[in-house]
């Protein structure tokens, strides 16, 4: 006699925000509560991880830079042993989950293991930190396009790839996530390409997080600023027409 084949079970992939279990939306909140397993990243930790429910196997999948870290293909690898075990999987990521989080490997190993998923987006730390510096992403007549660009390629070294004229407009929000290791060479070219060393940045550090910190400089200020330091906080750097005065 045939064993019957168990169910295969469903994977959400949810964006957690920035940390703060407040800007978490309903939907990820309620997939948290019926989560037979969470796979986390280390930033979607802490208090939002409350939000599952009892039953809820938890499971750390953090990737950190220069820290040791599960490989991705561990953890793709864990979704879809898990869902086809029958369970509900939460794959827990922080911001939201389609911004430099690693989101199209984890569905290509989904979709050819025939895995049936749902994406729910969240709150960018761009969002958050913008909302929490008081400030706008955009400014009407000075600054018409925000661009999304990561600071660290797979090596954790400035990208070598960059479209200096694109980052350097100062008609532009550049938002630079990965970027506290290089925004020092990564200055020194938006210096080079035309950029004012005094165009007001902001670098805001563990967003949503008790011990967050926000920075309100120039790009040559933030460069002096973060020059040799060691990163302990994840944080992110905004640079352009910003609606505040370096310094307030």
Not at 139 to 146: A, E, K, P, Q, Y
Not at 150 to 169: E, H, K, M, R, S
Not at 180 to 185: D, G, H, K, L, N
Request: hydrophobic share 45%; glycine share 10%; no cysteine.
């Amino acid at each position: 006699m045939t064993e019957p084949k168990t169910p295969a079970g469903f994977v959400s992939l949810v964006s957690a925000g920035p940390g703060d279990p407040e800007l978490l939306t309903l939907k990820a909140a309620n997939r948290l509560a019926a989560a037979d397993v969470v796979l986390f990243d280390d930033l979607a930790s802490g208090p939002v991880l409350d939000q599952a429910g009892p039953q809820a196997e938890l499971i750390a999948v953090g990737k950190r830079a220069g820290r040791p870290s599960a490989r991705q293909d561990h953890v793709n690898q864990l979704l879809v042993q898990y869902a086809q075990a029958g369970h509900r999987v939460v794959r827990l990521k922080s911001g939201d989950a389609g911004i430099f989080g690693r989101l199209e490997e984890e569905l290509l190993a989904l979709t050819e293991a025939g895995i049936p998923f749902e994406i729910i987006p969240g709150v960018t730390s761009a969002s958050a930190a913008a909302a929490a510096a008081g400030i706008p992403l955009t400014r009407r007549l000075t600054s018409r396009r925000v661009q999304f660009i990561t600071g660290a390629d797979v090596t954790g070294d400035l990208p070598a790839d960059i479209n200096w004229a694109a980052i350097a407009d100062p008609a532009v929000t550049t938002v630079v996530f990965m970027g506290q290791r290089s925004f020092t060479r990564l200055a020194q070219g938006l210096r080079e390409h035309g950029l004012p060393g005094d165009t007001p940045a902001l670098f805001a550090e563990a967003v949503g997080h008790p011990q967050q910190r926000l920075l309100r400089t120039t790009v040559d200020g933030l460069a002096r600023e973060l020059q040799g330091i060691e990163v302990v906080n994840p944080g992110l750097i905004m640079f352009g027409p910003l609606a505040f005065r370096p310094g307030s």
